[in-house]
C-alpha cells in the first residue's frame, strides 16, 4: 500500500515556473515506477511524463518536453515535476500516481495508487 500527497501547486503567470512534489508513504518507494498526469476541465485524465523506480529512465509527454523535468529521491520517498516556461494550457489539476514496476507507462490504467491531485492555474 502507498499513499502519495501532492504539493506546491498554485496560481502562476503564463512564462514562469512551479515546482511539484508527492510525498509517498511505506518503505519501498524504490519498487514503484512514479507517474504524473493532469486533467483539465471537461477533458479526459492525461499522461505528463513519468520515472522508472531506480531514477535512470524518464518519459514525457510531447507537450512536456523541454519545459517540465521530473525527478525522483527515494531517500525521500518523493518524486518532483518541476514545470517551467508554463503555458495556460497547462492549468489543471495534476496528480503523481504509483505502479510497483520499474517501468513507466503513459496509460493511467496501469497505475495502482493515486494522489489527491493538486491546482495549478496559470494566467495569461
Known amino acids: 500500500q502507498v499513499q502519495l500527497v501532492e504539493s506546491g501547486g498554485g496560481l502562476v503567470q503564463a512564462g514562469g515556473s512551479l515546482r511539484l512534489s508527492c510525498a509517498a508513504s511505506?518503505?519501498?518507494?524504490?519498487?514503484?515506477?512514479m507517474g504524473w498526469f493532469r486533467q483539465a476541465p471537461g477533458k479526459e485524465r492525461e499522461f505528463v511524463g513519468g520515472?522508472?523506480?531506480?531514477?535512470?529512465?524518464?518519459s514525457y509527454a510531447d507537450s512536456a518536453k523541454g519545459r517540465f523535468t521530473i525527478s525522483r529521491d527515494n531517500s525521500a520517498n518523493s518524486v518532483y515535476l518541476q514545470m517551467n516556461s508554463l503555458k495556460p494550457e497547462d492549468t489543471a489539476v495534476y496528480y503523481c500516481?504509483?505502479?510497483?514496476?520499474?517501468?513507466?507507462?503513459?496509460?493511467?490504467?496501469?497505475?495502482?495508487?493515486w494522489g489527491q491531485g493538486i491546482q495549478v492555474t496559470v494566467s495569461s
Open positions: 500516481a504509483a505502479r510497483p514496476v520499474s517501468w513507466v507507462s503513459a496509460n493511467h490504467y496501469d497505475y495502482n495508487y
Open positions: 511505506g518503505r519501498t518507494f524504490s519498487s514503484y515506477a
Open positions: 520515472i522508472s523506480w531506480s531514477g535512470t529512465s524518464t
